[in-house]
Nanobody, 118 residues
Framework: QVQLVESGGGLVQAGGSLRLSCAASENIFSINAMGWYRQAPGKQRELVATIIRRGTTNYVDYADSVKGRFTISRDNAKNTVFLQMNSLKPEDTSVYYC?????????WGQGTQVTVSS
């Protein structure tokens, strides 16, 4: 099983930045796909960003709402995936969850709260 632990959430003013981290219990080189999702109260969980390794190439994808503002990256040596969030907006307020797909099974972290004030 893969254990995921998120960190880096907090309170920030609109226009500010945060960097979320997701530490994995496995060497993330062996994990095909990882990503970040978010879920606000009363809303469905939505995809924010994914990073998928195929050979030596990392493929990234973003929700339209965060394109140009968020960047997903991975550090295989540290078994960590990051989400750099810039130009934050109040509508980005949510609980952010790290996700990994390993051998066809979804794994989730406990979530980290991001709150963006006006």
């Amino acid at each position: 099983q893969v254990q995921l632990v998120e960190s880096g959430g907090g309170l920030v003013q609109a226009g500010g930045s945060l960097r979320l981290s997701c530490a994995a219990s496995e060497n993330i080189f062996s994990i095909n796909a990882m990503g970040w999702y978010r879920q606000a109260p009363g809303k469905q969980r939505e995809l924010v960003a994914t990073i998928i390794r195929r050979g030596t190439t990392n493929y990234v994808d973003y929700a339209d709402s965060v394109k140009g503002r968020f960047t997903i990256s991975r550090d295989n040596a540290k078994n960590t995936v990051f989400l750099q969030m810039n130009s934050l907006k109040p509508e980005d307020t949510s609980v952010y969850y790290c996700n990994a797909v390993h051998r066809g099974v979804d794994y989730w972290g406990q979530g980290t709260q991001v709150t963006v004030s006006s």
